[in-house]
């Protein structure tokens, strides 16, 4: 005797505009003042953060996109050498912004930071799969260089570097 069932269906969830993709993948465009604020942003990514991250490491094996670091990531990457003034207390989230680049004040040497799949490593963030596809030269640290706006800005901004100004 057939019985009468009703099928559920699964919640599905909204399908992903490409300009969001954009964003969450390469901070190109600005669409939080499209959607109702930075909290239903991140609401966006957590929803779609598995299949972006899937696709993005499908591809780029060893990194992130650019909001994995803004949402998920949990510290910045490590400075390994160079002289440059870390600036956690000033600048708290910039490392968020920077792809895992520690904010610093001044300094006229490149940093030596360690790559994103060198970090991945160190926190235990990279699947066996992922890994295995990358080659030795994805774990040799990098060098970054502040370029001038981003000195200047950074320095201008800086309570470490205003109170030794002049006062007019």
Do not use: C
Not at 97 to 123: C, H, K, M, N, W
Not at 144 to 164: F, G, I, V
């Amino acid at each position: 005797m057939p019985t009468k069932r009703t099928r559920r269906l699964a919640p599905t969830k909204p399908p992903l505009r490409p300009e969001l993709l954009t964003y969450f993948v390469a901070n190109v465009g600005n669409p939080v003042e499209e959607i109702d604020g930075p909290e239903a942003l991140a609401g966006i990514w957590r929803a779609h953060a598995g299949a972006i991250l899937e696709e993005f490491t499908a591809t780029h094996p060893g990194r992130r996109p650019w909001f994995w670091w803004v949402a998920d990531a949990p510290e910045p990457r490590l400075i390994i050498a160079g002289h440059a003034r870390v600036a956690h207390d000033v600048f708290p989230a910039q490392w968020r912004e920077r792809f895992g680049l520690p904010p610093v004040t001044l300094g006229a040497e490149p940093l030596i930071v360690e790559s994103q799949a060198a970090y991945l490593d160190r926190l235990g963030l990279l699947d066996p799969d992922e890994r295995a596809r990358l080659r030795p030269i994805a774990f040799r640290p990098e060098r970054h260089r502040l370029d001038r706006e981003e000195q200047t800005r950074w320095a201008l901004m800086s309570p470490l570097t205003t109170s030794h100004r002049r006062r007019s």
